[in-house]
């Protein structure tokens, strides 16, 4: 069964968004997110813990959530990764799209990345132990 964007997140302001150490330690950041062809878009820095997290282990949870990170729905598993540079016009179009914010150019902005997160991807992987 494919799953897009779930009906829980669609529509919010902010999802929590949950990378995971390498010790295993979950690590949940609340961000702004944008939504194009069923996959979820993040902006962030680089060098962000989110992104050295992500960079050891693309698994990821995601949940609605307060401006504060108070999660206020359910959570969903998903597979989430940094795009490299060519692929990112989609992802910034859904953020700028979403958040008035996002169109204003600012100059810390230079090393910024984007981030994917599909929930199908999660979903389709093989439902054997260990496999995700």
Known sequence: ????????????????????????????TPVWF???SGKLYVVSKADSGKCKRLRNNSNVRIAPCTIRGKITGPEFEAIARILPP?????????LRRKYWLARIPSPWRKNNV????????????????GAR
């Open 1 to 28: 069964m494919r799953m897009a964007i779930p009906r829980e997140i669609e529509g919010q302001k902010y999802i929590s968004l949950t990378t995971f150490r390498k010790n295993g330690v979950a690590v949940q």
């Open 34 to 36: 944008g939504e194009d």
């Open 86 to 94: 060519g692929q990112s016009p989609q992802a910034r179009a859904s």
């Open 114 to 129: 984007y981030l994917e997160i599909d929930v199908a991807a999660w979903n389709s992987l093989p439902a054997t132990p």
